[in-house]
């Protein structure tokens, strides 16, 4: 499970420092050439989200005991590609110094101030969603030691039962072990009664016997 999480960080890797070199050109260009560039910038973020989007189900089926490692780079991740879509966004709105004097002549501050304006919209609404994920991610993790607890209680209580089943065969057992020891101590006294009226008739037998030997003399 781990090396499909590791195969997909590699992919990650590799393709989020290409879109951070051609994030890095987009300002410099113009025309046609920055059209296509930030087109195939817009695929490859599209691209990266899948990739999280796998890291993160493959987090999800870890063990309990080993993901706190794999969240926590999970974690790093989402945080650069937050930053990457900022910065991807800058960059389509930014323009090189000759490309924005060439176009904007003397509204060159006022587009820069209409600019600014927009990257504080834009970073409000991306706090909005980090924040929106933020409150799935924990709903999700609820979720998840939730369904942990209720599966230890569900093993608790079959092992309770177990046990409870196992003592009430055990007190069975000990009342018919306790019938038969009584039984058989009932038979022991009765032998014993008997062996001493046997032994009390023959005694008298012997008695009687001396008694009218010695009479007959």
Not at 77 to 90: A, C, I, N, S, T
């Amino acid at each position: 499970m781990s090396s499909d999480f590791e195969t997909y960080e590699q992919d990650f890797g590799t393709l989020t420092a290409d879109i951070t070199n051609k994030i890095g050109r987009i300002p410099k260009l113009s025309g046609e050439e920055k059209t296509q560039l930030v087109l195939n910038v817009d695929k490859q973020l599209e691209e990266a989200r899948e990739l999280m989007e796998q890291m993160d189900l493959e987090v999800r089926e870890i063990p309990a005991q080993s993901r706190a490692m794999y969240t926590t780079r999970l974690r790093s991740y989402k945080q650069e590609m937050d930053k990457l879509e900022k910065d991807f966004k800058r960059s389509r709105i930014a323009y090189s110094d000759e490309v924005r004097t060439e176009l904007l002549g003397e509204d060159a501050a006022s587009s820069e101030s209409q600019r600014a304006h927009l990257l504080d919209n834009t970073e409000m609404l991306e706090r909005s969603s980090r924040r929106l994920a933020a409150g799935y991610q924990i709903a999700v993790e609820t979720e998840q030691v939730g369904q942990e607890i209720l599966s230890n209680l569900h093993t608790d209580r079959e092992k309770i039962q177990r046990s409870r089943d196992r003592l009430r065969e055990t007190d069975a057992n000990l009342g018919k072990s306790s019938r038969i020891l009584t039984a058989m101590l009932r038979r022991i006294i009765q032998n014993r009664i008997l062996v001493f009226i046997l032994g009390a008739i023959l005694l008298l037998v012997i008695v009687l016997a001396v008694f009218f030997k010695m009479r007959s003399r």
